[in-house]
Nanobody
């Protein structure tokens, strides 16, 4: 079992950058595919990016492709999301999630079994 904990959120101006981290407890982090999702007020949870257990496969939502980069460091059980060229519409609570389907970089929320509590990202115009 793994328990994700997000950090790194905050307030940034449009055009700026942030890097989110997700620390996962447990010794089996590299047994899980990982993903980032976000939820804005009044909207459904939205897929952002996913990465397979090895990092060899990644997948992005069209809305963030070319601006966001997902990566992982299995040696220190940490997932990252580098966010560049941020826009006000990126404002949301960002969630990290783990999936037992380790070889898949899935965009489907129901394929993720373990979720963090979220970290707020606010982009001002």
């Amino acid at each position: 079992q793994v328990q994700p904990v997000e950090s790194g959120g905050g307030l940034v101006q449009a055009g700026g950058s942030l890097r989110l981290s997700c620390a996962a407890s447990g010794r089996t982090f590299n047994s899980y595919a990982m993903g980032w999702f976000r939820q804005a007020p009044g909207k459904e949870r939205e897929f952002i990016a996913a990465i397979s257990w090895s990092g060899g496969s990644t997948y992005y939502a069209d809305s963030v492709k070319g601006r966001f980069t997902i990566s992982r460091n299995n040696a220190n059980n940490t997932l990252y999301l580098q966010m560049n060229s941020l826009k006000p519409e990126d404002t949301a609570v960002y969630y990290c999630a783990a999936s037992v389907y380790a070889y898949s970089a899935s965009s489907l929320a129901n394929e993720y079994q373990y979720w963090g509590q979220g970290t707020q990202v606010t982009v001002s115009s």
